[in-house]
């Protein structure tokens, strides 16, 4: 379970974002209100275009919102925010480097590692070989992305992401790419870095087995403008499996979902 305290992580308070002004002015996202506690796993989950993207980029800070407050660790957040590891669908690794270089980068241009970056090169080079042996690609630092399966790449993706000991992680559809038994695999690797590092995670995904896995809470989001129409807590124990997604709890939640999901298109 995510750990107890006081004041949430990251709050939202009727938080509004709109695109453009005058007539061509749209309303992306609309009253929205959530709290995120620090160490804990949330999934946001809603129909395509909702604006689950433009929420992850309000709690980092690379939007300002239209109307309402974000806050982190109890301040208004005026800026991108620092503590912040991202991974997307698509890995972006750049092709001229290998795996380990690839995973190094986040620490050669964040701070405070940028300015140490020289001197403590040998220490950063062992964390990025403990990372790759926590997802399974101990030996793989010398391989280059194109010589990397899409999971594999991926992995190595989470690896970059989590590098730089980042305080939140934001995951925006990192496993939609894959197939589905790679997909599923992921979860697991996913799962085992979490419980491992507590950071505190938001993924936004459209798969609804992944995000009741995955998550502690689930938000439901309407069409847009983007309202969060429903809160789930996911009760299930920890760690799960894939057997837990066959239980009779499991498949009932992800059908409760999945009903709330379609009110929106009705």
């Known amino acids: 379970m995510p750990a107890s305290t006081d004041t949430p992580l990251v709050e939202l308070r009727k938080v509004s974002l709109a695109y453009g002004s005058g007539p061509s002015r749209m309303l992306a996202l609309e009253d929205a209100t959530l709290d995120i506690a620090k160490g804990e796993f949330i999934a946001v989950v809603g129909p395509s275009g909702c604006g689950k993207s433009t929420l992850m980029k309000l709690v980092t800070g690379l939007l300002p919102p239209s109307g309402g407050e974000v806050r982190v660790h109890g301040k208004p957040v005026k800026g991108p925010i620092r503590g912040v590891g991202m991974a997307f669908q698509a890995p972006t690794l750049m092709p001229w480097r290998t795996t380990r270089d690839n995973i190094l980068l986040p620490l050669e241009v964040v701070e405070p590692h940028k300015r140490r970056f020289r001197a403590n090169k040998v220490e950063y080079i062992e964390r990025v070989e403990k990372l790759l042996a926590s997802v399974g ?91 969060i129409v429903k809160v789930s807590k996911i009760e299930l124990p920890r760690p799960r499996t894939l057997e837990t997604t066959f239980t009779a709890e499991f498949v009932d939640i992800v059908h409760d979902l999945r009903e709330r999901i379609h009110m929106e298109h009705a």
């Open 137 to 227: 690609l101990g030996g793989f630092g010398d391989k280059f992305p194109w010589q990397l399966s899409g999971g594999m790449q991926q992995r190595s993706s989470l690896c970059r992401a989590l590098v730089h000991e980042p305080e939140i992680l934001m995951l925006d559809e990192p496993f939609g790419a894959l197939d589905a038994f790679t997909r599923e695999e992921l979860w697991g690797v996913m799962q085992a870095l979490w419980l491992e590092r507590r950071f505190t995670a938001v993924l936004v995904t459209h798969d609804l087995r992944e995000a009741v896995y995955l998550a502690d809470t689930v938000y439901v989001m309407s069409r847009r403008p983007g309202r």
